[in-house]
């Protein structure tokens, strides 16, 4: 299958600062998404970026499908950022390989 | 974007009886659904994949005669755990497909067996 790697695996950061997470992926994907878990679980979905740049306030994202990598850039963190995100490549079926994840957690 | 409901959000069993786990499309059909796993503090592993009217696809490693899916409707995608032992403790979470590029996902359920 699809192998997807996440970096950094845990970061901390204090309020105010700007962090870049990465995603690598070794395969053609048909989709990418970035997630961010809360802490009840439930996944939260960030950005829908197979390709190209978007940006949601203080977060954005750039894909570049031919080098398949992903980034997430958070800027001005603030502490209701801190949580686990992740990265997940869809297939042609639908299915989705996710990261190994980014723990985050930003600090007052 | 679509909503996609998983019932219940919390369970607790009891060592050898069985948990069944509900993943509705609540404003969509959905051709395809999927089933997750997460172990704390480990990533999501993708379980199997459900088509409506037909048998599950199941990933190498996942035993399909201890977690049956069934998806009987377009709307509904069931797991259930059998024979649930306290290493089948996890957070299970279904995702649906119907059209859409994006992948809606449900709440999840955190299972523990005890």
């Known amino acids: 299958g699809i192998q997807v790697e996440q970096s950094p695996p845990d970061l901390i950061l204090q309020e105010g600062a700007n962090s870049t997470l990465r995603c690598n992926f070794s395969?053609?994907?048909?989709?990418l998404q970035w997630f961010h878990q809360n802490p009840w679980g439930q996944l939260i979905n960030l950005f829908y970026?197979?390709?190209g740049t978007k940006q949601n306030g203080r977060l954005s994202a750039t894909t570049v499908a031919t080098e398949r990598y992903s980034l997430l850039y958070i800027s001005s963190s603030q502490t209701t950022d801190s949580g686990v995100y992740f990265c997940?490549?869809?297939?042609?079926?639908?299915?989705?390989?996710f990261g190994t994840g980014t723990s985050l957690t930003v600090i007052p | 974007g679509a909503v996609v409901s998983q019932h219940p959000s919390r369970v607790i069993c009891k060592s050898g009886t069985s948990v069944k786990i509900e993943c509705r499309s609540l404003?969509?059909?959905?051709?395809?659904m999927f089933w997750y796993r997460q172990f704390p503090k480990q990533s999501l592993m993708l379980m199997a994949t459900?088509?409506?009217?037909?048998?599950?696809?199941?990933e190498q490693g996942v035993e399909k005669d201890k977690f049956l899916i069934n998806h009987a409707s377009l709307t509904l995608s069931t797991l259930t755990v059998t024979s649930a032992h306290p290493e089948d403790s996890s957070f299970y979470i279904c995702?649906?497909?119907?059209?859409?590029?994006?992948?809606?996902f449900g709440q999840g359920t955190r299972l523990t067996v005890v």
């Open positions: 995702s649906a497909a119907g059209g859409e590029t994006e992948a809606f």
């Open positions: 395969d053609s994907v048909n989709n």
């Open positions: 970026i197979p390709s």
């Open positions: 997940a490549v869809e297939t042609a079926g639908n299915q989705f390989y």
């Open positions: 404003d969509f059909q959905a051709t395809t």
């Open positions: 459900s088509n409506e009217g037909s048998k599950a696809t199941y």
